[in-house]
């Protein structure tokens, strides 16, 4: 089975054209079934899984992602930062379209981007950035030599991200292989070291972090947690759900009897966000400017108001617009989400006893899973984030949407045109499981 799951990672980072859809819906369910077999047949055998863990990633070193193109935007705002330019000033457009190049290779960067990225400012944030020109420093001129680094970078995380989780699972007393139904799951492997996004590396982060709080160190947890958000804006989400964490978590019978006062906690608390906020703010300061924050919020804003792909309930919401309206009103639909996802954020922030870290990363896991579920866009690589967090609790549902995100891929052999149909079947699969595991498992154990 792993000799088997090479062959077919390697057939897949070197031999796979995106517009082939039946061998990559092939490719991608056989590997899912060698994974779950993998697992199920050596989960005793942590230090094979481990080996296995790092050799499927090495197999796409040398390949060039053949299902995403933002890692040359990557490459552009690497190569920007080391010619002088602040990337999140200029589109890659704006000096294109006046027949400028600013850096090496920028009208082939330009095209493998596409125009939709090169016309928009970058919103990726500093720690990203810094990868990008790590890259731009060590590879020079070489494409190649640039994707290599990221996978060098997103490697060590993934590795970071084995010795934090495992050590994490230990002290919540849960078995130390669920770490692999996120490390040798295929969409980890596929969408973060084939396609290098860098949802891994703030991962790792997040999970340092996790690993740090609940040894006791809330203020280097609180800097590491920093450094997740500066990779990827989503473990934003969860800063609100630290409040009872801090404030409850240290109600026991013990301390009741020695009288510890509220006021600690509440400086604990105020302190944890102090941390997290002023070195986030810090890592932004070398590309502060008034220009900066009105480029990056409007990018930001577009996946509210302009981007689709592989939703949900918003493609629900969208066709009763078109029934009522006769037009596409994302614009009006997409300024629900935020409001969405707050209410949901403080409802698991005060009406659930996240006391516990496991509890706090249950908290973290459906809080991430409401945006996800009312979001405009779904790219494949986002769901890595709750692929994760699943691993500390008994919810598999984001397992079952690891493997039912490749339905979505069908766009990409249709020049982006999504079949409704086919993402009715994934979405009706993913909503089932989380159905059965969140409201039909609890009630059954009730009456047990």
Request: net charge positive.
């Amino acid at each position: 089975m792993a000799l088997t799951s090479v062959l077919f990672y390697a057939s897949f980072a070197y031999d796979l054209v995106r517009t082939d859809y039946t061998k990559l819906f092939t490719l991608y369910i056989a590997l899912f079934f060698l994974f779950y077999k993998l697992i199920q047949v050596n989960k005793d055998n942590f230090k094979f899984l481990v080996v296995l863990a790092i050799i499927f990633r090495v197999v796409f070193l040398f390949a060039i992602p053949n299902l995403s193109q933002d890692f040359y935007r990557f490459i552009w705002d690497g190569r920007m930062i080391i010619q002088g330019f602040n990337p999140y000033l200029y589109t890659p457009e704006s000096f294109i379209n006046i027949n400028i190049f600013p850096i090496a290779q920028a009208q082939e960067l330009y095209n493998g981007m596409g125009e939709l990225n090169g016309s928009h400012f970058t919103n990726y944030p500093p720690i990203k950035q810094l990868v990008f020109m790590i890259a731009a420093l060590l590879s020079g001129k070489s494409i190649i030599g640039s994707a290599i680094v990221f996978r060098i970078f997103i490697l060590a995380a993934d590795i970071g991200t084995l010795y934090f989780g495992k050590k994490l699972l230990e002290r919540l007393n849960l078995p130390t292989h669920n770490i692999f139904w996120y490390l040798l799951n295929p969409l980890i492997i596929i969408e973060l070291s084939g396609n290098l996004h860098f949802e891994g590396i703030m991962i790792f982060f997040l999970v340092w972090s996790l690993y740090l709080l609940h040894s006791g160190k809330w203020k280097w947890a609180a800097i590491v947690f920093a450094l997740s958000i500066s990779v990827k804006l989503i473990p934003l989400l969860f800063l609100p759900l630290f409040f009872k964490y801090f404030i409850q978590h240290r109600f026991t019978k013990s301390d009741v009897a020695t009288s510890k006062p509220l006021r600690n906690d509440i400086i604990n608390l105020t302190g944890f966000y102090a941390i997290v906020v002023l070195t986030t703010l810090l890592l932004f300061t070398p590309f502060f400017s008034s220009e900066f924050i009105n480029n990056y919020t409007k990018t930001v804003a577009l996946w509210f108001s302009d981007f689709e792909f592989n939703a949900s309930i918003y493609y629900i919401a969208r066709s009763i617009g078109y029934a009522i309206t006769g037009y596409n009103e994302i614009a009006i639909i997409g300024k629900f989400i935020p409001l969405i996802t707050i209410i949901s954020v403080l409802g698991f922030t005060f009406l659930r006893k996240n006391n516990g870290v496991q509890k706090l990363i249950i908290s973290m896991l459906f809080v991430t899973t409401v945006y996800y579920f009312t979001s405009t866009t779904i790219h494949p690589w986002y769901i890595t984030i709750l692929v994760f967090l699943s691993v500390f609790t008994n919810y598999k549902f984001p397992i079952v949407w690891s493997l039912m995100l490749v339905i979505s891929y069908f766009a990409y052999a249709n020049n982006y045109n999504e079949n409704l149909w086919l993402i009715t079947i994934e979405y009706a699969v993913v909503f089932s499981v989380f159905i059965y595991e969140v409201f039909i498992v609890p009630r059954k154990q009730k009456i047990a």
